[in-house]
């Protein structure tokens, strides 16, 4: 059986950044699919390359946090023409699986379904366009109208649709009532994530003695609203805590500045860096930090940093409400406050401080929880289930 997969942001180990698409491609290919991708990259020619069995052709099309939102919609109307363009070229596949975001990958499977019959699973990561309407970035009625109904069409045109969380499932049967639905969190590497000891090298490239530490790994973006992280810091400057922060984005040189305004010692600034980066960095971490800015539709999301976190057993905290927070409540696993409310962080995370028995408790519950709900092998059956209840297979290719 073949796979065409459309995803403008495949990324693979090496490159870091968010990388459920090659795992997931790659479990298609090891079950007998034949997968193909069409992806983007920043370079000027299209590129094909096979990697691990999944054939990729990347497409010339410029991307980084850092675009405006104009920028970026030219951008995704770019990817979408090339992508169709290219899926001519492709030997018609027996399945289209698209992946979310932007939504104009929904151009491709629409264009795709009408013009070669071909049926898509539509996979949805974030709410668009309900998130840049919440923020205030699309305000046009007129818009927002056009929008909201053309995600409307991407969703009633799927023969199924994957939620990546519970959240998102239950906004999309409000809008495609009776659509098969599955949720396919992230996904948490439980063989290259492992809680392990803090290594004496690693402690002494970071700066680490015997500080409380809280890593942040993500993009520094306006849906991300660092300030929170920040003013966090700003109230537990008189206690053995160290944050670490990587990544880059819009909102890097504003936090930075606030750092520098404050004049927080116990705040550290490291450079975007791959896995296994961000797995030096979770070795010296007792606690991972998440943050969205207090936007309903923005806290259903799926990040990455969550599942990378569970998997090395660690503290998680988070500063929004949302299936998250019910998540590691009702596991154990972690704590959230308010971000208005900054002494109530201190509090909660003194909690940890003072009893690092019950520090030890929680992370050990993040690690279980990966293990139990979000492990690749979990999450690569569910899908392929799924793809084959959707055109009604009943066994492997």
């Not at 104009?70 to 090339?82: C, D, G, M, T």
Request: aromatic fraction near 12%; charge should be positive; include cysteine.
């Amino acid at each position: 059986m073949k796979v065409l997969y459309i995803h403008q942001y495949f990324r693979t180990p090496d490159e870091g950044g968010a990388i459920r698409s090659y795992y997931l491609t790659r479990e298609l290919v090891k079950k007998g699919f034949e997968v193909e991708v069409i992806s983007a990259h920043n370079e000027n020619q299209v590129e094909i390359k096979n990697i691990e069995g999944v054939r990729v052709h990347y497409l010339p099309v410029y991307y980084h946090n850092s675009l405006s939102f104009s920028e970026r919609i030219r951008s995704y109307l770019k990817f979408a023409f090339l992508a169709i363009v290219r899926s001519y070229s492709i030997k018609k596949p027996d399945l289209c699986y698209v992946m979310t975001t932007p939504l104009t990958t929904g151009l491709v499977a629409l264009c795709i379904k009408w013009t070669r019959r071909v049926p898509y699973i539509f996979e949805v990561g974030d709410l668009w366009p309900l998130v840049p309407v919440e923020m205030g970035i699309i305000r046009n009625k007129v818009l927002k109208t056009l929008l909201f109904r053309f995600e409307k069409l991407c969703y009633a045109g799927a023969r199924g649709i994957v939620a990546l969380s519970p959240a998102i499932a239950e906004y999309i049967e409000s809008k495609v009532p009776g659509k098969p639905i599955e949720t396919i969190t992230n996904i948490a590497d439980c063989t290259y994530f492992v809680p392990e000891k803090k290594s004496d090298e690693t402690r002494q490239k970071f700066g680490i003695k015997s500080e409380l530490v809280i890593s942040y790994a993500g993009t520094l973006g306006m849906a991300n609203q660092m300030e929170y992280l920040v003013e966090a810091a700003r109230a537990v400057a008189n206690l053995p805590v160290k944050f670490l922060i990587i990544g880059e984005g819009a909102q890097k040189e504003k936090i930075t500045a606030m750092v520098g305004e404050y004049g927080l010692r116990n705040v550290t600034f490291l450079p975007q860096c791959d896995r296994k980066g961000i797995r030096e960095v979770l070795n010296v971490s007792d606690a991972i930090y998440i943050s969205f800015v207090n936007i309903p539709s923005i806290n259903t999301g799926s990040p990455n940093k969550l599942f990378d976190g569970l998997a090395s057993g660690k503290l998680i905290i988070v500063n929004f409400e949302g299936w998250i927070k019910n998540l590691i409540y009702t596991n154990d696993a972690g704590f959230a406050y308010s971000p208005e409310n900054t002494v109530s962080f201190n509090e909660k995370l003194s909690l940890f401080l003072d009893n690092k028995e019950i520090l030890k408790s929680f992370q050990k519950n993040a690690r279980q929880l990966a293990e139990n709900s979000f492990s690749l092998d979990r999450l690569s059956e569910k899908q392929e289930g799924f793809i084959l209840d959707i055109l009604n297979i009943t066994h492997r290719p």
